[in-house]
Nanobody, 122 residues
Framework: QVQFVESGGGWVQPGGSLRLSCVAS????????VGWYRQAPGKQRELVAT???????NYADSVKGRFTISRDNAKKTVYLQMNSLKPGDTAVYYC????????????????WGQGTQVTVSS
């Protein structure tokens, strides 16, 4: 089973950028679809972006054109490059993945990591 650890969060001013990393364990990472999710205080966790094993990416409408998801299978890492950040992007960001793509797009996981906090404010 593949497990994921998120890092790279922090505080940034509106308009700034951050790059999050999601490092996976396990030898079959390269065939996993992976998603980035976020949860703001008082809100449900929502899908931000997904990337398939073949590298196809999809984004939530709220981040299209600003965020880019990518993967480096040799490093067992998925990245989320976040540009033009807004206060509404403030949340704890999580990553997770599975062999089954619909499970990733629907965020149907039994367990989650600690996440990484992203705070956008002036």
């Amino acid at each position: 089973q593949v497990q994921f650890v998120e890092s790279g969060g922090g505080w940034v001013q509106p308009g700034g950028s951050l790059r999050l990393s999601c490092v996976a364990s396990g030898s079959i990472f390269s065939i996993y679809a992976v998603g980035w999710y976020r949860q703001a205080p008082g809100k449900q966790r929502e899908l931000v972006a997904t990337i398939t094993s073949g590298g196809s990416a999809n984004y939530a409408d709220s981040v299209k054109g600003r965020f880019t998801i990518s993967r480096d299978n040799a490093k067992k890492t998925v990245y989320l490059q976040m540009n033009s950040l807004k206060p509404g992007d403030t949340a704890v960001y999580y990553c997770n993945g599975d062999l089954i793509v619909p499970k990733v797009t629907q965020g149907r996981f039994g367990s989650w990591g600690q996440g990484t906090q992203v705070t956008v404010s002036s």
